[in-house]
């Protein structure tokens, strides 16, 4: 269950809309494949995540701090009646925190970043192709 959120956090993240499993390298292909050879690059992914790490920093200080974080956060979550999105959003941001200092660097934010690429990247190859 714990994986499953995580997931979905990961695809919250990079603004993407769950999918199932075996979608998951589609969604990712669709998303983040900028040249379109149907291929997402570990170059390409990590792209889009400076991207998506300067739009949550919104005072710019190179850090997401917890605020910040909830702030997008409630933007894009629809809490469901068994759990708030901040009570969501705090989980989701401690899990990213490594470090626990309140804040999430781009450092935490791209190492994250990278299980999810590792994730889908199934032969290991530091590309995401459709099935592998
Ligand atoms: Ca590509
Ligand atoms: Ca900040
Ligand atoms: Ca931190």
Redesign the pocket.
């Known amino acids: 269950m714990l994986k499953r959120n995580v997931w979905f956090i990961g695809l919250f993240l990079s603004g993407i809309v769950y999918a199932e499993d075996g979608n998951k390298n589609a969604y990712m292909i669709e998303k983040f494949d900028h040249n379109g050879d149907r291929v997402v690059t570990q170059e390409e992914f990590l792209e889009s995540a400076t991207q998506r790490f300067k739009t949550m920093d919104i005072d710019g200080d190179h850090a997401i701090e917890q605020s910040e974080f909830l702030q997008r956060y409630a933007e894009h979550s629809h809490p469901t009646t068994t759990d708030s999105g901040a009570e969501v959003g705090q989980r989701v941001f401690d899990k990213l ?9 781009e450092q ?1 934010y791209n190492q994250s970043r990278l299980k999810w690429f590792a994730e889908a990247d199934k032969d290991n190859d530091q590309r995401i192709e459709l099935g592998k």
């Open positions: 925190d490594e470090n626990h200092d309140t804040k999430i660097s935490e």
